[in-house]
């Protein structure tokens, strides 16, 4: 092996010990959950409901932080809004007006016509924000295409507008992206987040489009948008599959680990139905000292977050010995986890093995405590823990509450580490 490989073999298994050691425990004194959406829109963009007015609903659920991301844009400025041009509206603004009252709305006359300003991301914060229990991030959804394929980026935490970057596949569109967001995370020193949003939306984005991505740590692996086929279909993979593809692959060649977000992606909520963009159906639970933005963008990049459609997870650990799972019981609920990951090649095997044998599930454990204890030749072990409880509101028929814990890179032993290095 040459010199180059046996660096980076050796960066990568670093990496993967300082992924266990960060993604362990720390005490209740010392960090918390704290619940959050990173995928949200207003009438900002397109959605159908004041920003104050989403944010409130957030926060009366109990949500701690939530990111405004509407589309190529940000809540800054002047923007207004006509409800005598939408179906609906007058009754939308009928119930701003008697939730917040007259001197919170402000009503303006623009060409003979009546309209509403909307209030910026600054308003919203003074109102309902509150140190330690609910921080509003400011994002955006930067939303492009290539050709007749949507491609979207989510940016959170960002500091000034990024407008779509264009390109020449999907692929260079999606990596243009990519790197103005870490640009101005580099130029600002901001904690700023990008992420990959519903590669299955209009089938957008393929696997290897997932694969070959560079710089980018994270993707939705659930969306509780109504049409981004989240379950794939007859010839396209599940983006739980996608992501156990585009782990082992990377994974394999050393590259750091995808992390699974679940989103909501709200547009509708004056109506609430299967077939509606509904809020309040997927999210990530993320373990932080505190609630402020940079405690919050590092636990989720070194992957101290599960997320989930309603499965509550009172712990995970992760050490060098393996991974353990202590849900919290609802009356009635079972459980069940199921650890999935892909082992390495072993002597003599073909290391171009097919995508049939990536993803596999290593063990299931019932009950409400489950641990994996690694054997070592793993690439990498993630854990879906799936109830037998319906999902309140979901965005496909029979779905259950379920979550996701991320991925780990357990260390090879010292043979196989030993092995790996000889020329």
């Not at 509403?116 to 991030?137: M, S």
Request: charged content about 25%.
């Amino acid at each position: 092996m040459t010199k180059g490989r046996t660096s980076a073999a050796a960066l990568a298994l670093c990496a993967a010990l300082c992924a266990l050691a960060t993604a362990t425990a720390s005490s209740a004194a010392e960090t918390r959950w704290w619940k959050g959406n990173l995928h949200t829109h207003t009438l900002w963009s397109d959605g159908d409901e004041f920003p104050e007015v989403v944010l409130a609903q957030y926060k009366e659920r109990g949500y701690h932080f939530v990111a405004l991301s509407d589309h190529n844009t940000l809540p800054q400025g002047t923007r207004t809004w006509n409800p005598w041009q939408v179906p609906g509206g007058p009754a939308v603004l009928a119930r701003y007006l008697e939730r917040f009252g007259e001197a919170w709305v402000d009503l303006e006359e623009r060409v003979g016509q009546r309209t509403v300003r909307l209030k910026g991301i600054d308003e919203c914060r003074q109102l309902l924000e509150e140190p330690g229990r609910f921080l509003i991030l400011q994002a955006e959804e930067i939303t492009d295409r290539f050709e007749d394929r949507p491609v979207h980026l989510n940016a959170t935490n960002l500091v000034e507008f990024i407008p779509p970057q264009g390109g020449s596949s999907v692929l260079d569109v999606m990596q243009r992206t990519v790197d103005a967001v870490l640009a101005q995370r580099e130029r600002t020193g901001e904690p700023i987040m990008v992420h990959l949003n519903h590669p299955n939306f209009v089938w957008g984005i393929s696997l290897q489009d997932l694969i070959e991505l560079r710089g980018e740590r994270f993707f939705e692996v659930y969306n509780g948008h109504s049409r981004v086929n989240n379950e794939g279909d007859a010839v396209r993979p599940s983006t739980e599959r996608m992501w156990d593809v585009a782990l082992s692959l990377r994974a394999a060649t050393g590259r750091p680990l995808l992390f699974g977000l679940a989103v909501d992606d709200g547009h509708d909520y004056q109506e609430i139905g299967i077939e509606h963009l509904n809020a309040f159906r997927g999210w990530v639970m993320v373990r932080a000292e505190s609630l402020e933005p940079r405690a919050l963008v590092e636990a989720l990049e070194r992957g101290d977050f599960y997320a989930s459609t309603g499965v509550e997870l009172r712990k995970v650990t992760a050490n060098e010995g393996g991974i353990g799972i202590e849900i919290e019981p609802r009356d009635g609920a079972t459980y069940l986890t199921r650890f999935i990951g892909t082992r390495r090649a072993g002597p003599g095997e073909d290391s171009e093995r097919t995508t049939a044998q990536y993803g596999a599930v290593l063990a299931e454990v019932p009950g409400l405590v489950a641990r994996y204890d690694f054997r070592g030749d793993e690439l990498y072990v993630r854990a879906t823990v799936v109830s037998n409880r319906p999902q309140q509101n979901p965005n496909r028929e029979g779905d259950v509450e379920r979550a996701w814990t991320q991925p780990v890179s357990p260390p090879q032993p010292r043979s196989n580490q030993s092995r790996s290095n000889q020329p």
